[in-house]
């Protein structure tokens, strides 16, 4: 309501003379509505007078009176009145000036509503009856109101007037959080908004909602910045993998950030290597090892990733990486248009989403420089700020320091896979027992390598030894120890001991390497206890028996010829390194083409199932039919493995032959000097038999020399063997345990020159103990035919 002072005049009768446009606006009244009649009919109270007020005085009056406006209300008014005055200084009239009165109530409650109305918060009134909205000038407006969509009648925020329902119906005030778009893309405009009942002061009764909007759009945006950071703490860096670190930051802020962001790295870095400390100089090369478009289904980036890029000095990449700091730049700096200009596809590139604004930021772990992220802004965003610069660079910190621990890790895991294929076989030897296949996998998520390993050992008599074991554990101490038990188990079986013989060693010398660690100076690094299981099996192809124990180990799993599958029933002694507990052999009488599957304990176990489901699935995936072993090897990795195991795995998978009885030639002798003669002659006869006259004469001083070896230091029973397979081995067996060795004869002695004549005269020699005695072997190629 206008304030300005009203005019009236009124004769000396009382009637109103004169009525001017303020006194129209302060009181409703047209000017034909009130002159020529009575001014007291214009009272609140018709008929009485202000206090001291006279007509018909030349004295000057001011006072307070309540007059009736026109619509009804009462209206309590300043007046004051000044006499008008004739040439004889006689009152003709009274000229009386009003305004409105600032003491009372009502000028206070319109002093509010000017308020509200000229207020720079966006305020508004909500009636419950008409549900009308009545809203102040700041939120009306247009652009960047905190309601447009309720006042312009777009389709209210249903969230919103839930709210404002909810304060009408409980009376308590509230508070409303409400997100518009901003002015791009990029950002948003963030209101809180005050909700409060508005009473009727004569009922008490809630009549309306008032509400008042603050713009809380900095606060908001420094709530995402910090919520961004918090969030790179948890999503970035969650694997030991450079590319996919690199693709984590990307993936983070696209589009929250940047509409475009790419990654690129040194190769030195993408390879684990120690890139060279300190800011980059020269126009450098980098390969791309992440980027994303925040627009969906977009042609590729112009540099595609895994390819190499040579940025050159002048652009903000190389600048940035130079000076180790990060810029801003954009189509207002010439050297940012000369790159983009002088790159075809990264040209065409810019024009196909408007990208006008980038942020080049170096990657800086630890003082050394591991390459360069590039944000960019298409045109549906503003430009980069200085606080965007700042945030960018802080999750540049933090991906770097993730993608350095991912180089490291890359750098030592590849050294200790070298390490650990360096101790495992390059490739298996010749046997005749066992057709074999095997497979090792490294664990996939980070473990690093492990302690797995297995072997095959050609043993005498054309038998083999099937090892697989598991140390404890991951990483280069694991890698070491497996070498070390591997070495140690291919030194036992060249001595022929027994399964459950050659684990027991094999205990003591964990238990020795488990002091030596603890015993290890300060100074050095220790790795503590040592802690591992493993398989020990022999196969002999003559009788077809495997002999089998176990320290701790999952038992095999056999298939034989007929289909059956089945795990193998042992007696698991205790993990080598316990000490002090006893292992028990197992012996098995296989079929020909038996086929047994050694293994370590990552094939079958797994996070979502239990050992028992994968020896199952193993089963099963043994009984398909295949054509070779190295089909099934991998059948069974692709039935029990995910395509990244949690734990290295081993597989042995060894297919039983069988010597028959047109290879092998045995007979029992007499503890009689005697016999040695007959003993040559029989062996030479079998010769003849199998076509082999010319190794005749060498085979002949071997029976002879061991024969007699036998007859006069062994025990009987004594047996001599001839077995025919890729080479011609004799063996001679008594029932002694006493060991013969070599020893240099002196000149006049007159024995202790046959083993030496046999070691000269043959490929290869030795002892092994049996249950009954010992059997000494001789090993010489067959003749070329």
Request: charge should be negative.
């Amino acid at each position: 309501m206008d304030t300005g002072a009203a005019t009236a005049t009124i004769s000396p009768r009382g009637t109103v003379t004169g009525w001017s446009e303020g006194a129209r606006r302060l009181l409703g009244y047209r000017a034909s509505d009130v002159v020529g009649h009575s001014a007291a009919g214009l009272l609140a109270v018709e008929g009485s007078r202000p206090a001291g007020f006279t007509r018909i005085d030349s004295r000057e009056w001011s006072g307070t009176a309540a007059f009736r406006h026109q619509d009804g209300r009462r209206v309590e008014l300043a007046l004051h009145s000044y006499p008008s005055l004739d040439g004889d200084e006689k009152a003709r009239g009274v000229v009386v000036t009003a305004t409105a009165d600032t003491s009372e109530p009502g000028y206070d409650r319109r002093m509010v509503e000017w308020a509200c109305a000229q207020s720079s918060v966006a305020m508004s009134t909500f009636t419950t009856r008409s549900r009308h909205w009545r809203p102040n000038t700041v939120a009306s407006a247009a652009t960047g109101s905190p309601y447009p969509d309720v006042l312009d009648g777009e389709g209210p925020d249903e969230g919103f007037l839930r709210f404002v329902d909810q304060v009408a119906q409980d009376a308590e005030p509230m508070r409303y959080e409400r997100f518009a778009p901003g002015p791009s893309s990029s950002r948003q405009h963030a209101w809180i908004i005050e909700m409060w009942p508005v009473r009727d002061p004569s009922t008490g009764r809630v009549c309306g909602v008032g509400t008042a909007a603050f713009d809380s759009s900095e606060h908001h945006w420094a709530r995402q910045r910090l919520a961004l950071l918090n969030e790179a703490g948890a999503c970035v860096g969650t694997t030991l993998n450079v590319e996919r670190t690199a693709q984590e930051l990307a993936d983070l802020v696209v589009p929250r950030l940047a509409d475009f962001v790419s990654v690129d790295l040194l190769d030195s870095v993408t390879r684990g290597e120690e890139p060279v400390p300190g800011p980059l100089d020269a126009a450098v090369v980098l390969r791309r090892a992440a980027h994303r478009f925040a627009a969906e289904g977009v042609p590729g980036a112009a540099v595609h990733l895994g390819h190499v890029d040579t940025y050159p000095a002048f652009s903000p990449p190389a600048r940035c990486l130079a000076t180790g700091r990060p810029l801003l730049s954009g189509t207002d700096d010439p050297d940012f248009v000369q790159w983009i200009t002088r790159h075809e596809a990264r040209s065409a590139s810019v024009r196909a989403y408007g990208f006008h604004s980038i942020m080049a930021v170096p990657l800086l772990a630890r003082g050394i420089t591991l390459g360069v992220a590039v944000f960019a802004r298409g045109s549906s965003s503003d430009p980069f700020e200085q606080d965007d610069l700042v945030l960018a660079a802080e999750l540049a910190g933090r991906a770097a320091v993730g993608i350095d621990n991912a180089r490291r890790y890359t750098r030592e895991h590849a050294n200790a896979l070298t390490l650990q294929r360096s101790l495992l076989p390059h490739g298996l030897p010749r046997q005749a027992a066992v057709e074999v296949a095997y497979r090792y996998l490294p664990a996939g998520t980070g473990a690093g390598v492990g302690g797995d390993w297995f072997d095959v050992v050609p043993l005498s008599g054309t038998r083999v030894a099937l090892v697989v074991g598991d140390v404890v554990g991951h990483g280069l101490h694991a890698s070491a120890t497996m070498g070390r038990l591997r070495t140690a188990v291919r030194t036992l079986a060249d001595v022929d001991l027994p399964p459950d013989e050659l684990l027991t060693h094999l205990d003591d010398l964990v238990t020795h390497l488990t002091y030596d660690d603890e015993h290890i100076p300060e100074e050095m690094p220790s790795a503590g206890e040592i802690g591992a299981t493993c398989l020990y099996a022999v196969y002999d192809p003559v009788s077809r028996v495997c002999t089998l124990a176990s320290a701790g180990h999952p038992p095999p799993v056999v298939l034989y010829p007929d289909g059956t599958v089945s795990v193998v029933k042992l007696s698991p002694g205790p993990l080598l390194g316990v000490g002090g507990l006893p292992f028990e052999a197992t012996e098995l009488e296989l079929p020909e083409g038996t086929l047994l599957a050694f293994y370590t304990d990552g094939l079958i176990e797994a996070r979502d199932h239990d050992i028992g489901l994968g020896l199952d699935r193993l089963c099963e995936s043994l009984g398909s039919p295949t054509p070779s072993l190295e089909v099934t090897c991998d059948a069974v990795l692709k039935a029990l493995l995910p395509d990244s195991p949690d734990d290295d795995v081993a597989l042995l998978l060894a297919r039983t032959r069988a010597l028959h009885t047109d290879q092998v030639a045995a007979w029992s002798l007499p503890s009689d000097p005697a016999i040695v003669a007959d003993a040559r002659a029989q062996a030479s006869r079998q010769l003849a038999l199998w076509g082999l006259q010319e190794a005749a004469f060498v085979t002949e001083l071997v029976v002879s020399e061991l024969v007699t070896n036998a007859i006069r230091y062994g025990a009987v029973p004594i047996g001599l063997r001839l077995i025919r397979d890729r080479t011609l081995i004799c063996e001679v067996s008594d029932a002694s345990s006493t060991a013969p060795h070599l020893r240099r004869a002196r000149t006049y002695d007159e024995g202790g020159r046959g083993l030496h004549m046999v070691a000269q005269l043959t490929q290869g020699w030795g002892t092994r103990q049996t249950p009954t005695g010992k059997t000494i072997w001789a090993e010489q190629p067959l003749p070329v035919s």
